[in-house]
């Protein structure tokens, strides 16, 4: 359970490690949750207390292959049970595309691959984020597309109103998108329960944080607010421009965290116990570059991954080091988008369960599912 063939650490890491030491140790063995096929996986805490979970790109359950679907969680790992409540078809997500086949030339002409993103719970309202990853990019070549994933913008949001068994678009296509690259694959911060529960100071917006650049290899992690009911409003969206400083313009938002090709999709959760906020950011270990070849993205990316757990006492930090983790699963896998929902949280703050998914383009998908895996916070040993 320890890492395997954990490499010298090659690079310098943008935050000091916490003090007084502590060391996260593994406590279980990775599980994937018989019959799940799937990635991303991004959660919301519901008004029953279960969690609602958004997945992409698979099949669970021996159910369709479908680009979304809408789990439902119940129960803490390793005592949990997933269900499939929902498939997000007939929504004008991917039209024209063709599960497990490449992209025609009639859907690249588009310009953008289309994906579901964060999930909001807010009392007994669901809401999901929808993005676009964009092909405009000059010098990507057109093999590197979909591995690279420039990052596109938020496009709208789906909503339920009936505890999601159904959902409808609150967008148009061709409407311009309602945030930019710096805030794209949005994973929002749930205290409690439909939106219930936040610290002093939290109670009136919902925070989202987002890695820029592209899915894998971003240079920066930003974080943004906006009211519950105005999630649809360009204008009712604020973001963090430095010195516990709120701006109304993307381009002025300063990064909680800079790690140049090592900022991948990042996720970030509450410790009620602790009164801290944890940071999850994982990365590939090669950063993908826009003017590599084909072949060198054949060989070099998705091969083995990173990740780094951070805790701080406000969204923004200042951060401090908990876990540094490469390669992250071992040699074998090539893990990746961690989630410690707050529900899974021990009652100490030192210990839960980790959310993951891996291995989509590595050794048959062994990994390719709703991951868990749980842990423990010590002290270091000196």
Request: hydrophobic share 35%.
């Amino acid at each position: 359970m320890e890492p395997e063939n954990e490499p010298p650490r090659r690079r310098t890491l943008p935050c000091p490690p916490i003090r007084p030491a502590l060391r996260l140790r593994w406590t279980s063995e990775p599980s994937r949750y018989p019959g799940t096929g799937s990635d991303m996986h991004w959660w919301a805490w519901r008004r029953d207390g279960s969690i609602i979970v958004v997945d992409e790109d698979g099949r669970n359950f021996d159910g369709p292959w479908c680009f979304g679907h809408v789990l439902k969680v119940t129960g803490t790992p390793p005592r949990h049970r997933v269900e499939e409540i929902a498939v997000l078809d007939n929504l004008g997500l991917k039209d024209g595309v063709v599960p497990g086949e490449h992209y025609t030339t009639e859907v690249r002409k588009r310009g953008y691959s289309r994906y579901v993103g964060g999930v909001v719970a807010w009392e007994d309202r669901l809401w999901i984020s929808v993005y676009d990853y964009t092909w405009r990019v000059p010098g990507l070549p057109p093999d590197n597309l979909d591995v690279y994933s420039a990052h596109g913008g938020l496009v709208g949001w789906l909503e339920s109103l009936d505890g999601g068994k159904t959902w409808g678009r609150l967008f148009r296509d061709g409407d311009p998108y309602l945030l930019g690259p710096r805030f794209t694959a949005l994973q929002f911060l749930p205290f409690g329960p439909g939106g219930q529960g936040a610290p002093r100071g939290f109670e009136k917006h919902l925070y989202a944080v987002s890695n820029d650049s592209n899915w894998e290899s971003g240079d920066a992690i930003y974080l943004a607010r906006v009211q519950p009911g105005r999630l649809h409003e360009k204008t009712a969206w604020e973001f963090y421009g430095g010195k516990a400083r709120w701006v109304s313009e993307e381009r002025l938002a300063e990064p909680i965290l800079k790690d140049p090709g090592h900022c991948g999709h990042s996720t970030m959760s509450y410790n009620p116990a602790r009164k801290a906020f944890w940071l999850a950011v994982f990365s590939d270990m090669v950063p993908h570059r826009v003017r590599a070849t084909a072949e060198e993205a054949k060989k070099t990316w998705d091969v083995a991954t990173e990740f780094q757990l951070y805790e701080g006492p406000a969204p923004w930090g200042p951060w401090q080091l908990l876990h540094d983790e490469a390669p992250w699963g071992g040699k074998n896998h090539a893990a990746y988008l961690p989630h410690i929902p707050t529900p899974w949280i021990d009652a100490d703050g030192l210990g839960g369960a980790l959310l993951f998914t891996g291995d989509w383009a590595k050794h048959g998908g062994q990994w390719y599912g709703f991951m868990t895996q749980s842990f423990r916070l010590e002290p270091a040993k000196r």
